[in-house]
């Protein structure tokens, strides 16, 4: 580490170089609005529609991550005993920064991913979260929800979901929303745990990207296997209601877990 | 069933169901804002409500309620009507 005056440049470059991306995605988010999206509109059946709405986005997600590693503002990482077959599964990931949903959507580019009214109704991204038929959290049909997710696994369609429902606060608890335990048992979906490791913390809660550290960022992604929801309840059996509590509990437990383990680490089954 | 068999009952159901304490059932408590149920446990506490009277109802004749007091007033009208 260098001297403190060098820490701030740095960490300050590192900002610039931050909000320049913000731009630049922005940018190329708008030109793929304008281009390549009615074209691909055009020439595209509507059964395939949201297939390659989704390719489209993953590419100018693909693109953002070259950037971000090209220019050494982060390293990303996926670790795992060889990806497992995610088809039909509900990703269940936390949330440390925009970086790891960033990342997700970057390389798996079929997956749907269950995301907040916000997004949906974004000025700018609306036409790709809408087009790409992505699963809204929190409007006011919850059977919706769960059958949309059942229906997304039906297709194969591997559905992530971040139980937290917002990015982590850095230092604060882990605290999951039922939603993702509640949809896995109503829709029947097994569970694939991702732990996302983000160190040093950056654009987080309380670290915006006018905060960049002032070294590069290494995020790490684990998978584990799929498995079962009840798994994370003490594999019992019972009333929805009072397994998702439990299921819940036991997956907060879980992510807790394992992120105290370093990300080298293989990760443990429930 | 009489009144205080009926919240006896739905009383019991919540703390089964929902791993509620109790001592926070009182009349006032607030589903969502004092007891945590959410917007997917309003689909279990119909299905409550339906064993209780053996009347189906939807989550969405829900909306307006919002304390326990609130769902026992529906539980008897249920059971009135029936």
């Known amino acids: 580490m260098g001297t403190g005056r060098g820490n701030r440049i740095e960490s300050l470059r590192r900002s610039v170089l931050a909000g320049g991306g913000f731009v630049i995605f922005g940018a190329v988010a708008l030109f793929g609005l304008c281009i390549p999206l009615p074209i691909l509109l055009l020439v595209t059946p509507r059964r395939l529609r949201e297939r390659r709405v989704r390719g489209l986005a993953s590419v100018g997600f693909r693109l953002l991550v070259r950037m971000i590693e090209g220019c050494g503002l982060a390293r990303i990482e996926v670790r795992s005993e060889g990806i497992p077959d995610l088809a039909g599964c509900l990703l269940v990931a936390n949330h440390p920064s925009y970086l790891d949903a960033v990342f997700l959507m970057a390389h798996l580019p079929r997956v749907n991913c269950v995301m907040k009214s916000s997004l949906l109704n974004h000025p700018l991204f609306f036409p790709f979260t809408r087009l790409g038929g992505y699963i809204a959290s929190d409007n006011d049909d919850p059977q919706k929800l769960i059958e949309d997710c059942r229906a997304a696994s039906a297709r194969g369609e591997p559905i992530l979901i971040f139980p937290e429902g917002t990015r982590s606060t850095r230092g604060a608890p882990l605290r999951f929303r039922r939603g993702a335990a509640q949809v896995a048992l109503r829709a029947g979906l097994r569970v694939v745990p991702l732990v996302v490791h983000c160190d040093p913390p950056a654009l987080t809660h309380g670290h915006p990207w006018y905060r960049m550290p002032d070294e590069r960022v290494h995020l790490v992604i684990r998978f584990a296997a799929p498995c079962e929801i009840a798994d994370f309840a003490g594999g019992s059996a019972g009333d929805w209601s009072r397994l998702a509590r439990q299921a819940t509990r036991g997956l907060e437990n879980y992510f807790v877990r394992q992120l105290a383990s370093t990300p080298h680490d293989p990760l443990s089954p429930p | ?82």
Request: proline share 4%.
């Open chain 2, 1 to 82: 069933m009489s009144r205080d068999e009926i919240a006896e009952r739905f009383h019991a159901l919540l703390v089964e169901r929902f791993e509620l304490d109790p001592n926070d059932i009182r009349p006032e408590a607030r589903l969502y804002e004092d007891l945590d149920l959410d917007s997917i446990d309003a689909i279990d506490l119909a299905i409550v409500v339906r064993e209780l009277t053996g009347r189906k109802v939807t989550p969405q004749e829900f909306r307006h309620v919002r304390t326990v007091a609130d769902v026992e007033r529906e539980i008897r009208r249920l059971i009135d009507a029936g």
